[in-house]
């Protein structure tokens, strides 16, 4: 028999076939709504996952109205500025943490924590309400503010696991040599932790980009609304005209940046989540 | 005109925040050029003292001044000196040139002279080849040549070293320890060291500070706190292997102990006169090397000391000399300080009685099992009070 952990023939196909099954079983959706972005309205309930007329008419349709665009350049400096901001925030407060002991850590930790769990819905309609007030409804920072909110304790959960793992004694080193507060974490610490900088980023920016709930709630014309709430207003030309077509279309173009940044920096992601688990 | 200190800490305390009091009125007075060591068992505060002579803790009270300046309330940067860390704290993410050079670039040295003090230092420390690798591809003995070179090359007013040599492997740390003694001596730099390795606070330092429990204990040239240890912590935490202490009773002007009733010599008497004691129970300490085996004594050496007949325990034969160990059927010496210095080595597992370490020459034909008449040396023993732990025959 073969001891445990040993890979065996066997084991390995085993293995093999359940990996087959679980990545057929993710990608076919994926496959699917490509596919359905490339069919004629004619054939677009054919069944079949090869179409059997190619076009890009849909693809042309969503740039030509200019609604989408406009999403898409929301959705892009919406994550962006929201990303940035996080980052920054969650930079310092994770340095706190992970090298300060200050009365209140724990609290404040965990009350992050707390945030990050919290049933986004529950809070849509008091944030509804209290930006209506304040007049940020369908705004830019009408998003990018509880964008930041939700997912700063991701950040600072992250990069404190990043800056615990560098040990202190090179930032008294630094401090020894000469260097202020400031040049310590610049030249010695900010350099050091700038791969789980990247992952955060990353991270933060797909929760964003992601974001529906309060896209939708928060937004009411094209001023702030994002590539997947515009995706969920497509209409056909005429009431009788079927936007899957275009939907899909849509679909694909929004996840292209996203495959694009996990494939660019998937080691980076893995070993960013894992941090701190195993090492730290 | 006045000498004035290289490094000066006058009732230097530091008391951490949860209340624990890790350094306690120490005083000391490092002159220029003096390669002094702070010793002692973990938890005694020689780190807290170094951190704080560098500027990276807090001084609660107390005034430290380097260079005749106070510089309590100086950072880190504006205080001179560099620092050696036990991880070696090399900048993982910059060649071995970038970490030398990483001081003077902070400096704003011009890009010339940084080069030339660089080429300098490694030329020093046989760098020169590993100029252009990261501190991940180099071995243990090299990161820590890197972390001095770091150290020297923007010439200091002192350097502090936090147990520098504690992660190379034992072949490589005497290596280094001649290395760093002969560099000291070339550069002339006031250097303070931390260690808890007794060896290299007796073979590295012109001067050695013993620490217990945050209090500096003695002060002084290795020799001296060898042969005149000032209480049973310092006698039993200096010297390998450490001295043995056997419980010993004053009765009719001769000492009661387990090796016999020995007489007293006039010095013992003296101290004994002239020293407050609380009883007559006191604590004999005698250095394995003043014991040996009795047939290799001269005759005429024999009054010095007394002759007691024993049954070996273990020999250890060390080539150039012979270590017996007996095992004594008494209860073994008892005193605060020695119980600490037990817990450090963790000998307060051993049980049973009292066991005797002794060196003889490696003519000894001593062999386990087989009774041993051995000569005591009483002229250099030691008597101690149990209760204060102090040195009386100092």
Known sequence: MAAYGEVTTARKWRWGLIDLVVVVVVLIPVLWIVSLSLKTPETLTDGSLIPREWTLDNYRSIFS?????????????IALIATAVAVLLGMM??????????????LLVGVSLLIAMFPQISLVTPLFEIERVLRLFDTWPGLILPYITFSLPLAIYTLSAFFRQIPWDLEKAAKMDGATQAQAFRMVVAPLAAPGLVTTAILVFIFCWNDFLFAVSLTSTEASRTAPVALSFFTGESQFEDPTGTISAAAVVITIPIITFVLLFQRR?????TAGSVKG | MSVVAAILLDQVSKKFPDGTLAVADVNLEISDGEFVILVGPSGCGKSTTLNMIAGL?????????????????????????????QSYALYPNMTVRGNISFPLRLAKMDKREIE????????????????????????GGQ????????????????????EPLSNLDAKLRVQMRTQLSRLQKRLGTTTVYVTHDQTEAMTLGDRVVVMRAGR????GPPQELYDHPINLFVAGFIGSPAMNFLPARLTNGKLHTALGDLPMDDRMRGALTSAERTSDDLILGIRPEHFEDASLVDEHVYDTGVIFEAEPDVVESMGSDKYVYFALDVERAQARELEELAAETGTELTTGGLQLVTRFSAESAASEGRTVRVWVNIDKAHLFDPDTGRNLTR
């Open chain 1, 65 to 77: 109205t200019g609604l989408f665009t406009r999403a898409l350049i929301n959705s892009i400096g």
């Open chain 1, 93 to 106: 407060a994770a340095y706190a943490v992970a090298r300060l002991d200050f009365p209140g850590k724990r």
């Open chain 1, 269 to 273: 992601i893995v070993s960013g989540l």
């Open chain 2, 57 to 85: 803790e807090d001084v609660s009270s107390g005034d430290i001044f380097i260079d005749g300046e106070r510089v309590n309330d100086r950072p880190p940067k504006d205080r001179d000196i560099a620092m050696v860390f």
């Open chain 2, 116 to 139: 030339r003090r660089v080429r300098e230092v490694a030329h020093i420390l046989e760098l020169e080849p590993l100029l252009d690798r990261k501190p991940a591809n180099l071995s």
């Open chain 2, 143 to 162: 990161r820590q040549r890197v972390a001095m070179g770091r150290a020297i090359v923007r010439s200091p007013k002192a350097f502090l070293m936090d």
């Open chain 2, 216 to 219: 500096v204990q003695q002060v």
